[in-house]
């Protein structure tokens, strides 16, 4: 729900409410084009992949495409889910054959796992 008339307007007509500065687009395409060479040269292989927002995940890397790395999670990475918060929350729940898409220019750091 927007509460701005201004963006309101502008959606309305068809102005962009966000436009990112062009000078960044070049550096965004070159981080992007870095982290797939990487992720193909490394396809198959198990790494850490740590994102601009923090979040880290382990597995291996399924596929990439111009976009997305394809993870593969490692068994052991689950999430603990409850329906009700008036329920405990059991133990997690183990995932086997989870693939998360990861969109490259938010990675911040992949670290190739031995």
Do not use: W
């Not at 966000?18 to 797939?36: M, N």
């Amino acid at each position: 729900m927007m509460n701005n008339p201004y963006a309101a307007a502008a959606v309305n007509e068809g102005l962009p409410g966000y436009q990112a500065d062009a000078s960044v687009v070049p550096v965004l395409r070159k981080l992007r084009d870095e982290a797939h060479e990487y992720c193909k040269k490394y396809t198959h292989r198990r790494v850490r992949i740590r994102t601009i927002s923090g979040q880290t995940y382990e597995g291996v890397i399924a596929g990439v495409d111009r976009q997305h790395v394809y993870l593969l999670i490692a068994h052991g990475q689950g999430y603990a889910h409850t329906s009700y918060p008036s329920r405990p929350i059991y133990p997690p729940f183990f995932y086997n054959n989870l693939i998360l898409p990861l969109v490259l220019y938010e990675l911040l750091v992949i670290s190739l796992l031995y």
